[in-house]
C-alpha cells in the first residue's frame, strides 16, 4: 500500500474557524496571508490626551490678546508685554507638541506590519516530514555562537612539578664537573623548566586558536536537521584540533632542527664541547659528544637514554616517577635546599583516567598537545543555529498511510471498472466466436459435398 501525501484546505476562513483550527492542530496549521503587508493602521489605534492647558481659553489669542488691548490690567507695560509673551510660547509649545505627534502617528500608521510562514523547530524535525527545505535568511553564523570548546591538560600541566616553588628548588649545588652527565640532577631545572614552558605554551595557543576558531564563519543556505548539524560540525572540530597539532609539531621540529643545524652549543655541554689548543692565540674548535653505540651529536640530535639536548632527554622521558610518591620522596631527598622540608609535593594522581598512561612519553604528550582526545568537551547547540538562521519559509512533503476507508474505496472502484470492461469486451468476443465457428462449419461442408459421386438415379457410393 503506498503512502500518500493529504492536504486539506479550507478557503477564506473567518476568526472563528481559524481558533478551532488551531486548537485541533495546533503548529501543524497553516495559513497564508493574501495580503502580507497590513498598514499599522488598521489594527492599532492611538488615543491622544493632551494636557488640559493645550485645550483651554488660556492659550487661545483672544486671551492673551487682552494684555495688548487694555493696558488698565497693569500699570506696567512690561508685564503687559511678558505675560502676551508667557501665553504665546505656551501655544507654541501646544502647536508644536501635536504637530509632532500627528506627524510621527502618519509615519506609524503608514508602516506596514510583514508575516511569513515560519516553520517552528518542532515541525522542521519532525520525522513525518521528508525532503524538507527551509532556505536561511541568515547563511553565515559566527562559530562561536554554535559550539562552546573546552578542553583540559594533563594533570602535570596543574601539578607542583611545574610550579614556582619546585623550580626554586635546587638539585645542585652548580659544580656541575664534579657530577656524571647521566646525573638527573645536572640538567633537572631544565626538565622541569622546559615542561612548564611546553604546557603554558599549548595553552596560550590553544586558547588563541580557539578564539579565532569562534570568529570563523558556519555557511549553510539550507536549514539542516540537529542530527545532521551535529555530525557537521564534529567533523569540522576534528579537523580544527588535527589543523592545530600538525601547525604546532611542524613549528616546534623546526625549531629543533635550527639548533641541531646551527651547531647551537647548550649550555651543559651535553652536545659538543670545546677543545682549546695549546695557544691562546689558536682558534678553539668543537668536538661532538657521543651518548652510548653509534650515536654522535654531530649527526643527530636524539641520542638513546641521553639527549644531546636536555630538550631531547625531556621528550623521550616518562612521567612513571611522578606517579609514585615514594619515588618523589627519593627525588627530594637528593636536593641540596635547607627550606625543602618545609613543603610537601605531591605525587601525580594515577587513578585519574584521562587516557594518557604513566609510561607514556613526553614526545607522545606533546604529539597530543597535552590534551587527550576525550578531554576535548564540545557543547553544540541547535536551538543557537535554527534562531539564527532564521527560515522564513518551507517546504516539505508529509507522508501519511492510506486509511481503510480509502483502500475500499479504491477496491470497489477497480472491481466496477472491470465489470464494466468485461460488459463491453465478453459479448463482442463472443459475436467474434461465433462468427469464426460459423466459418469453420461452412468450409467443412463444402470439402464433404465435393467428395460425392453419382453412380445411378437410385444409388449413391461416398468415396473413401
Not at 540537529?226 to 609539531?249: A, G, H, P
Request: aromatic fraction near 14%.
Amino acid at each position: 500500500i503506498q503512502k500518500q501525501t493529504q492536504t486539506k484546505t479550507i478557503l477564506n476562513p473567518n476568526l472563528k474557524t481559524f481558533e478551532q483550527l488551531e486548537q485541533i492542530y495546533g503548529e501543524l496549521l497553516e495559513c497564508p496571508c493574501s495580503n502580507i503587508a497590513i498598514a499599522h493602521q488598521y489594527f492599532i489605534y492611538f488615543e491622544k490626551v493632551y494636557h488640559p492647558i493645550c485645550t483651554s481659553e488660556l492659550i487661545s489669542p483672544n486671551f492673551y490678546e487682552i494684555f495688548t488691548r487694555f493696558s488698565w490690567i497693569s500699570s506696567s507695560l512690561e508685564l503687559n508685554a511678558v505675560c502676551t509673551w508667557y501665553f504665546q510660547l505656551l501655544n507654541t509649545f501646544c502647536s508644536l507638541t501635536n504637530s509632532t505627534v500627528i506627524n510621527a502617528q502618519r509615519v506609524f500608521d503608514a508602516t506596514e506590519w510583514i508575516t511569513t510562514i515560519t516553520p517552528s523547530h518542532r515541525i522542521f524535525n519532525n520525522r513525518a516530514y521528508t525532503r524538507i527545505q527551509c532556505p536561511c535568511l541568515r547563511i553565515s553564523i559566527p562559530y562561536q555562537t554554535l559550539i562552546t570548546i573546552k578542553f583540559d591538560l594533563h594533570q602535570i600541566c596543574q601539578s607542583d612539578f611545574v610550579s614556582l616553588s619546585w623550580l626554586d628548588l635546587k638539585f645542585s649545588d652548580g659544580n656541575w664537573s664534579i657530577y656524571d652527565q647521566r646525573d638527573f640532577r645536572i640538567r633537572s631545572f631544565a626538565y622541569f623548566k622546559q615542561l612548564a614552558s611546553l604546557c603554558t605554551l599549548f595553552n596560550h595557543i590553544l586558547i588563541n586558536e580557539l578564539k579565532n576558531f569562534g570568529q570563523n564563519e558556519f555557511i549553510s543556505t539550507q536549514l539542516m536537521s540537529s542530527k545532521t548539524f551535529e555530525t557537521q560540525l564534529q567533523t569540522i572540530l576534528n579537523n580544527f584540533r588535527t589543523s592545530i597539532s600538525t601547525t604546532l609539531l611542524r613549528t616546534l621540529q623546526l625549531f629543533r632542527d635550527t639548533i641541531q643545524g646551527n651547531q647551537l652549543i647548550s649550555i651543559y655541554t651535553t652536545n659538543w664541547i670545546y677543545t682549546p689548543r695549546s695557544s691562546i692565540w689558536d682558534a678553539f674548535n668543537t668536538k661532538p659528544l657521543s651518548h652510548g653505540f653509534n650515536c654522535s651529536c654531530a649527526i643527530s640530535n636524539e641520542c638513546l637514554v641521553l639527549g644531546c639536548l636536555p630538550i631531547e632527554s625531556l621528550f623521550r622521558s616518562t612521567l612513571e616517577c611522578f606517579y609514585n610518591q615514594t619515588c618523589v620522596d627519593i627525588l627530594v631527598s637528593y636536593l641540596n635546599n635547607t627550606s625543602i622540608n618545609k613543603t610537601i609535593f605531591n605525587a601525580l594522581d594515577s587513578t585519574t583516567y584521562s587516557g594518557f598512561f604513566p609510561n607514556m612519553t613526553i614526545n607522545e604528550l606533546v604529539n597530543n598537545l597535552f590534551v587527550e582526545t576525550e578531554s576535548w568537551k564540545a557543547n553544540i547547540s541547535y536551538t543557537s543555529f535554527y534562531s539564527q538562521c532564521e527560515p522564513t519559509f518551507c517546504t516539505y512533503t508529509i507522508i501519511k498511510r492510506n486509511n481503510a476507508l480509502f483502500i475500499c474505496t479504491n477496491i470497489l472502484g477497480l472491481y466496477g471498472g472491470l465489470m464494466k470492461t468485461f460488459r463491453h469486451i465478453i459479448p463482442a468476443m463472443m459475436a467474434i466466436y461465433t462468427f469464426i465457428l460459423r466459418k469453420m462449419c461452412c468450409i467443412r461442408n463444402n470439402s464433404i459435398t465435393s467428395q460425392i459421386v453419382v453412380i445411378d438415379s437410385t444409388t449413391t457410393v461416398e468415396m473413401k
